[in-house]
């Protein structure tokens, strides 16, 4: 299989735990093991392997994400960034220009595309993989999975085939409906349009071409900030004439919100938490240091990050993204191909900071022109190099670096570190990255 994911979202729905850079699919909420966690983003790319273990899966996302990709899924996967948000089509051209002129995708192969964060067991990637077969066969342009509703859902455009059979050329489409339309639209028999659909390489190429016009993969990318934004479906799907539907009747959510995630966990609790007896229906997730009590509540969620806490009846909690969008403050935690950081105190002058490196992983060789630094090693061994000075740094070893002067650690194992930042003008633009020269 040739997969493309779609990986977008601000992260503000599932604040406090998501952030602008660390959007919903990379949350650690599904159990894997006695105490190990992973994302949506994890759970699928396992999902994909295990129905096809060469499958070729590249990720189409912006700039912030990469490193949390990377750090999540390691650097085999594939990443086709977008220079800037574009919607859908332009995304979706771009990750198809990518895998035919970076990674020598031929034009007559099958791509599926599909968003990065379903809640779905491994049926849901058997169905792509058929989908993509059927792609293959060229008897459509286009062929879509189409999920059959379980309710008369005002999230979901709606797909109406010609006729009930597994495989269906397509009659029409349906925007986004209130709840009675949504109700007739299924009584003709639609299904929900998830965003997931399969053609040859080629036929996508040529289609971007026409709309756009570009001479390959750099010349679109080179582009990008001037194309239209513009959803796939708008720009080609509905426009298609020989489009074909293939239904999917199995597990299928979108974990967009508190009251959908929490219905997909498999405990309660997440983090350190206690409830009384009277508490029903509740889910506490906490990435903070600090213990959480739950007495009396119903129909609660409750979730502390270093970004801040959240308190909320669940069906209240669909409805929190205006109040986030009120919240002005600089990221709290991010994950990064190295390892992670978070950020403990922030001062009018300083700033501290708890930074994680991964075994066999480095930050970039960098100065901040404004700023000092001073490193504290608290767990593990590894090496720094400051002005090209390298040295053995293990637990309590203290590293000071004066603003201007280049520096990077390295981990040998895992690596802890106490970051303080010293200045007037803290800021994460402060940054000026170097060759290694050691």
Known sequence: MN???????????????????????????????????????QRVYRQIKAVDPQATVTIATSKTQVSAIHNQLGNEVGISVEPCRRDTFPAIA??????????????????????????VNGDY????KALGDQAAKGEANLVLMGIEPTYPSEKYGYIIPEHTGALSPVSTFKEKPDAETAKAYILQGALWNGGVFAYRLGYVLEKAREIVGFAGYQDLFDRYHTLEKISFDYA??????????????????????WNTLTEAMEENVIGEAMMDS??????????????????????????????????????????????????????????????????????????????????????????????????????????????????????????TME????????????????????????????????????
């Open 94 to 119: 771009l990750a198809t220009a990518y895998l035919h002129d970076v990674l020598g995708i031929k034009e007559e192969e099958p791509v599926i595309v599909c968003p990065v964060d379903p809640y």
């Open 3 to 41: 997969i493309v994911l779609l990986s977008g979202g601000s992260g503000k729905r599932l604040w406090p735990l998501s952030n602008d850079v660390r959007s919903k699919q990379f949350i650690k909420i599904f159990k894997t093991g006695e105490d190990t966690y992973e994302s949506m983003v």
């Open 278 to 399: 009277a508490c029903e229906n509740v889910h506490v997730v906490n990435e903070l240091g600090v213990p959480i009590l739950a007495m009396g509540l119903h129909d609660v969620v409750i979730s502390a990050s270093p970004e801040g806490i959240l308190v909320s009846d669940k069906d209240q909690s669909s409805y929190i993204k205006p109040f986030v969008d009120e919240i002005d403050q600089q990221i709290m935690f991010a994950e990064k191909s190295w390892g992670s950081f978070r950020v403990l105190d922030v001062e009018a002058e300083s700033l501290t900071i708890k930074v994680t490196l991964h075994p066999g992983h480095s930050m970039n060789y960098h100065s901040h022109k404004y700023r000092n630094e001073v490193w504290v090693v608290t767990a593990g061994t590894g090496r720094t190099v400051v002005d090209g000075m390298e040295q053995a740094v293990a637990v309590g070893d203290v590293i």
């Open 125 to 128: 990637f058997q169905a792509v």
């Open 236 to 257: 080609v799907a509905e426009k298609e004439k020989r489009i074909q539907v293939m239904r999917f009747g199995g597990q299928w959510k979108d974990l967009g919100t």
């Open 403 to 438: 603003a201007g002067c280049r520096h990077t650690v390295m981990a040998d194992t895992q690596l802890q570190l106490v970051e303080v930042q010293l200045g007037k003008e803290i800021s994460v633009y402060d940054k000026q990255k170097f060759p290694r020269e050691y």
